[in-house]
């Protein structure tokens, strides 16, 4: 089946610096990845859409100065949380599509869990 | 506005009996529905989909059922077992458009 990975599982890091994510397609090519964040007991929310080369889509209320993607590949996108902050700890994850078509299913990666101390 | 949502935020199941964990939607649009299963610390796990053509698939111990006209999906898990014990979302999808999560139901499989 599909598989999504996504590196790290767990950072640690400090106010002010910025954080890495990476998200890659092992089995599939996925011209389309989704950047979501996820909150204790809560629903997944979609942050932004990451499109192999061009610009990510950014949903409404997300900054994109601040959570920066970047789609190099068809297998690979990634992450950047710039100048975190104790309020940007969070459950990240990424997911992708193959493409096969609309009627496909998301396949999601491990997560990432970030804490800003 | 347009949402998904469930019926059952918590769940609690013998072992070896069935659950069934519901979910609501509202964008009438919605044309495609999958079913994630999600473990503490992981990412969602794909379960199983439906397209709105059928009202009801089934995979392995699993089905899930659409109601169209009330707007209603379901999951069934049967036999359940401890490693079913997770957080259950339902998701749609309206055409090409972003996929939409429900709030989730934790289910718990009681030995």
């Known amino acids: 089946g599909a598989v999504v990975s996504q590196h790290p599982s767990r950072v640690i890091c400090k106010s002010g610096t910025s954080v890495k994510i990476e998200c890659r397609s092992l089995?599939?090519?996925?011209?389309?990845m989704f950047w979501y964040r996820q909150f204790p007991k809560k629903s997944l929310m979609l942050m932004a859409t990451?499109?192999?080369?061009?610009?990510?889509?950014?949903e409404q209320g997300v900054e994109k100065d601040k959570f920066l993607i970047n789609h190099a590949s068809l297998t690979l996108s990634t992450l950047t949380v710039t100048s975190a902050h104790p309020e940007d700890s969070s459950f990240y994850i990424c997911?992708?599509?193959?493409?096969?078509?609309?009627?496909?299913?998301?396949?999601f990666g491990n997560g990432t869990r970030l804490t800003v101390t | 506005g347009e949402s998904v949502g469930l019926h059952l935020p918590t769940l609690s199941v013998q072992e070896g009996d069935n659950s069934i964990i519901n979910c609501a939607y509202s964008n009438s649009a919605s044309d495609y529905f999958i079913w994630y299963k999600q473990e503490s610390g992981k990412g969602p796990q794909f379960i199983i989909d439906?397209?709105?053509?059928?009202d009801k698939r089934q995979g392995q111990r699993v089905t899930v059922l659409l109601n169209k006209t009330v707007k209603h999906l379901s999951l069934q898990i049967a036999a359940t077992q401890p490693g079913d014990s997770a957080v259950y979302f339902c998701?749609?999808?309206?055409?090409?458009?972003?996929?939409?999560f429900g709030t989730g139901t934790r289910l718990t499989i009681i030995p």
């Open positions: 990451s499109n192999e080369g061009s610009k990510a889509t950014y």
């Open positions: 998701a749609e999808r309206a055409g090409n458009e972003k996929l939409t």
């Open positions: 439906i397209r709105s053509n059928m």
């Open positions: 089995d599939f090519q996925a011209t389309t």
């Open positions: 997911s992708a599509r193959e493409m096969r078509g609309n009627n496909s299913p998301l396949h």
